[in-house]
């Protein structure tokens, strides 16, 4: 018997497993088609266990004497593939929490895609090789459910957002319209009606949950556009003059991205200054306002965020209300990343007049431990205005009438009699949508909303713990030594001459571009060595403006799953990766 090909190969915490499976194994799929088990992963052989186990169960029920219908061939089938993939997710999620697992198994682009054995038979492979694919797929993924996962802006899932997941998937639920998705839409409808709440929102308010806060930015601006000037929806922007967006020099790319999708440009997005902790100054803003105006612009949106990407900073919304509404604008405030302090009643503070924006976005993905993507919109106006400014009138698909102007879509307990608009995909821009409130409704009511509170307020707390301990080493220096309070924990590995005088030090990153560059280039050289070593994945980011500084390490501490030994492991790791860099660079 040939040997296994490298793609059933499994990795340890170190090094691939290559399989001692050679015997050969027959079952029969319950789609008719035969499995041979031909070689497979140490991992996959208890699953392919399962897998038969599940067959064998499968047929025992279909010859039973007591008259009750055997399964469908469907039923079967996936009856077989599910055992066997639960049975690898438990081991999956069970090793994250092992200290001897890596983050990251790293392979090169092309070993890895020789490893997958990434083609396609043309009668369809064989149920050991199908459950290979599987464990390969987990075996050389980043292991977003480590608590050593610091990369991204998102964790791992929770188990009932897992299993929330597959339900949805299991439905296929497409929530464009009610009438083949009644439970989906009454549950976004629900999710969003109580966020809503918890920011100060009308009742009668509208949104709409996204894949992404990307997409909520973008819809967020049209709406607003379509609104403040609704005959665009027919001549296009060319009977204007150039519209105007604001937004900080510390937002998220997406705003700017959105102004180019929607024909706006990045040449009318006006960046308006911050404070060093990140926040925007309102001052800035109704200056900014002006002189585009001066400019011959019209301006229409401006955006805040409620905990921006990388210091996680929260602009001053109460103020910045103030400006929007003296120049009668549309404010927008981006929580996708900070905005889930809503459910903190010790932590809301930092969303001070949030409930003076006309839109606001929370992304439950990235704290809450629902799976990506789930992005929530919420629009402080009824859904008519955002139907009339975004629908096409698409009458093939949305068949149900329109509320009439004032009807109280929102509120559960309205005597409004008006049949409310139920088809949710005409409010956004497309058609397909996946039931992202599914997942976030039976996540929301597992945990609860003081669940949620506890969650986020956790975050907040190792942020403070890993900043006192970067406080505290003669190696690393935060790249704001007061002001960080958010969820994000941001520092630099201190180069050995420079330990001395880390003051002084400081005053060259921003004075002198050899230093600069030396320090952006140490960072992400150190961060090439993290991939490979795969122990711990941070991401680092530079920090632009006017007192822009160098890249540096950006912890954001969203995983529940962190003790203060992960803290310790995260800052052990990077100085051990800092070390060797530069002695690496002693040596050259």
């Known amino acids: 018997m040939a040997p296994p090909p490298p793609y059933l190969s499994t990795p340890s915490a170190t090094a691939p497993v290559a399989s001692t499976r050679a015997t050969a194994t027959t079952t ?26 599940a067959n064998d169960h499968a047929r025992t029920d279909e010859n039973t004497a007591d008259g009750a219908a055997p399964r469908s061939a469907q039923a079967q089938e996936l009856g077989t593939l599910l055992s066997a993939l639960t049975h690898m997710l438990l ?29 396609f038979p043309d009668a369809g492979c064989d149920l050991p090789s199908l459950l290979a694919a599987f464990q390969s797929t987990l075996d050389y993924s980043v292991r977003t459910g480590h608590p050593l996962f610091m990369d991204k802006l998102y964790t791992g899932p929770t188990p009932v957002a897992i299993a929330a997941e597959l339900l949805s998937v299991a439905l296929n639920i497409n ?25 100060g929102y009308p009742t009668n308010g509208s949104g709409l949950t996204l894949p992404g806060g ?42 700017e991205k959105s102004a180019m999708i929607l024909g706006i440009g990045r040449k009318y997005v006006f960046a308006v200054e911050c404070t060093p902790d990140g926040r925007m100054l309102a001052s800035d803003l109704d200056t900014q306002i002006l002189n585009a105006k001066a400019q011959g612009c019209l301006p229409f949106f401006v955006n805040a965020t409620a905990g921006t990407t990388v210091l996680c900073a929260y602009d001053p919304v109460r103020e910045i209300a103030a400006v929007t509404k003296r120049h009668q604008l549309w404010l927008h405030v981006d929580g996708s990343w900070g905005g889930t302090v809503m459910f903190s009643d010790k932590l809301r503070h930092k969303l001070d007049g949030v409930e003076l924006s006309d839109s606001y976005v929370v992304n439950p993905h990235k704290m809450l431990g629902v799976p990506l993507q789930c992005s929530c919109l919420l629009v402080a106006h009824p859904p008519t205005t955002m139907a009339r400014a975004n629908s096409s009138k698409a009458n093939y698909l949305y068949h149900a009438p329109s509320p009439a102007p004032g009807a109280n879509f929102a509120d559960p307990d309205s005597d409004e009699e008006e049949e409310p608009l139920y088809d949710l995909g005409n409010l956004g821009l497309g058609c397909g949508r996946r039931a992202d409130g599914v997942k976030l409704f039976l996540s929301w009511k597992w945990a609860g909303t003081a669940g949620y509170a506890s969650r986020v307020e956790a975050a907040f707390a190792r942020a403070d713990a890993l900043r006192a301990k970067v406080a505290a080493h003669p190696k690393l220096a935060r790249v704001m030594e007061s002001g960080e309070t958010g969820a994000n924990v941001c520092f630099w590995y201190v180069p050995a001459d420079a330990r001395a005088d880390v003051k ?13 560059a030396r320090v952006a280039d140490l960072t992400a050289r150190m961060r090439v060595e993290m991939v490979q070593r795969g122990k711990i994945l941070v991401d680092y980011a530079p920090l632009p403006g006017p007192n ?19 803290l310790d492991a995260i800052v052990d790791e990077i100085v051990a990766i800092g070390d060797l860099v530069s002695e690496q660079d002693a040596s050259a």
């Open 548 to 566: 822009a500084v160098p890249n540096f390490w950006r912890v954001p501490m969203n995983s529940p799953a962190v003790t203060d030994k992960h």
């Open 91 to 119: 081991q999956h999620v069970d090793e994250n929490h092992d200290p001897a697992t890596r983050v990251l198994h790293y392979v090169p682009p092309r070993d890895l895609a020789a490893r997958l054995h990434l083609t």
């Open 175 to 199: 929530t464009h319209v009610f009438s083949v998705s009644p439970v989906g839409t009454l549950m976004e409808m629900a999710c969003l009606r109580e966020l809503r709440r918890l920011i």
């Open 214 to 255: 990307s997409m909520s930015n973008l819809v967020a601006m049209c709406t607003a556009r379509n609104v403040m000037f609704p005959s665009i929806k027919t001549d296009g922007l060319h009977s204007l003059p150039p519209l105007a967006v604001f937004t900080s020099v510390q937002s998220h790319y997406s705003v």
């Open 504 to 516: 002084g030090w400081r005053e060259r990153l921003v004075k002198d571009p050899r230093e600069f």
């Open 28 to 53: 029969t799929m319950p789609n008719g088609k035969a499995a041979m088990a031909n070689g497979t992963t140490l991992k996959a052989e208890p699953a392919i266990d399962a897998a038969h186990a």
